[in-house]
């Protein structure tokens, strides 16, 4: 079963940028290299939306229009592990971030989590 534990959340205060991981285990039959990765968040009420995609080979990243130009996302398969680098917070960014494998990144194209498996997230507050 493939997972993930997310970090790097917390309070933001002004002028700070976090950078979120995500660590990834149970990558037995397919190894974690194979896959594109991508970034969730889920804020109060909300529907889960996507976030930033990258491809297995770092080679293509996508990001939602509300993030792009703020966020990076990035990953290390040697480490099994993907980050995303926040810039340029908003109170709007508030929301719990999830990782997980997703359908094929490409650039203009959508992505979501094809196994619907999640993780407990790691909870991003930028005060307003």
């Known amino acids: 079963q493939l997972q993930f534990v997310e970090s790097g959340g917390g309070l933001a205060q002004p002028g700070e940028s976090p950078r979120l991981s995500c660590s990834g285990s149970g990558f037995t039959l397919v190894k974690f290299s194979a896959y594109s990765i991508g970034w969730f968040r889920q804020a109060p009420g909300k529907a889960r939306e996507g976030v930033a995609c990258?491809?297995?080979?770092?080679?293509?990243?996508n990001y939602a229009d509300s993030v792009l130009g703020r966020f990076t996302i990035s990953r290390d398969n040697a480490k099994d592990t993907g980050y995303l680098q926040m810039n340029s917070l908003k109170s709007e960014d508030t929301a719990v971030y999830y990782c997980?494998?997703?359908?094929?990144?490409?650039?203009?194209?959508?992505?979501?989590?094809?196994?619907?498996?999640w993780g407990q997230g790691t909870q991003v507050t930028v005060p307003s």
């Open positions: 997980a494998v997703t359908t094929e990144c490409r650039t203009g194209r959508g992505w979501y989590n094809p196994f619907g498996q």
């Open positions: 990258i491809s297995y080979n770092s080679d293509t990243r």
